[in-house]
């Protein structure tokens, strides 16, 4: 059982899908009240949805139902919070968000990796296990059986693109930085 104080005064970073989601705006009343002003929620990624709070005095309440939240795709997400009034418009929200599976709904069996996880541990396994994993190209014929194998300067540099991938991941951070420079005329 819930109670109004266990209902979040931010926005989720993370949502699993087939629950119910609530959070509220308490700080918005001295510049956007809900009694003048509309906010509205865009979740933009493999789900396009919007959500428009409701007004509860000067404060905003968003409820996700279930049946909402079992609709989102799984994947990342940018949150997008706008308010509007009078012909005004201003985004007072942007952050990432990850919609996770529903975990009731996960086939037996079925592999939770991300691809650059699931290939960095077959690199840590193949390194550790027998030399014969690292076979990259074989061929019979002509002067008889050839095995060309990744050399060891190689299963290191692939280990540790696929440990960066994994570690950007984990801090959720998978774009890069585009550094630019203006100069003056």
């Known amino acids: 059982m819930h109670s109004s104080t266990d209902i979040p005064e931010v926005e ?6 087939g629950l119910t989601c609530k959070w509220t705006r308490t700080d ?3 510049h956007y009240p809900a009694t003048t002003w509309t906010l509205t929620y ?7 949805f919007n959500k428009a709070a409701t007004a509860d005095g000067s404060y905003f309440d968003v409820t996700l139902s279930a049946t909402e939240t079992t609709a989102l ?8 919070g706008r ?28 592999d ?7 290939c ?14 690292f076979i990259v190209n074989y061929s019979i014929g002509g002067a008889g059986r050839t095995i060309g194998k990744m050399s060891a300067e190689e299963r290191i540099k692939w280990l ?13 951070t998978t774009r890069k930085n585009i550094y630019v420079r203006f100069n003056r005329p």
């Open 12 to 17: 989720p970073t993370e949502i699993t899908q």
């Open 28 to 30: 918005l009343t001295d």
């Open 42 to 48: 865009y979740f933009v990624g493999p789900t396009q």
């Open 73 to 80: 795709l799984p994947g990342r997400y940018t949150l997008y």
């Open 83 to 110: 308010v509007s009034a009078s012909g005004e418009l201003y985004e007072i929200y942007k952050a990432d968000l990850v919609v996770i599976e529903d975990p009731t709904q996960i086939e037996a069996g079925e």
């Open 112 to 118: 939770q990796r991300s691809w650059a996880r699931i």
């Open 120 to 133: 960095r541990d077959n690199l840590r396994a193949a390194i550790q296990g027998s030399s014969d994993s």
């Open 160 to 172: 540790d693109y696929f440990e960066a991938k994994v570690l950007r991941e984990e801090k959720g």
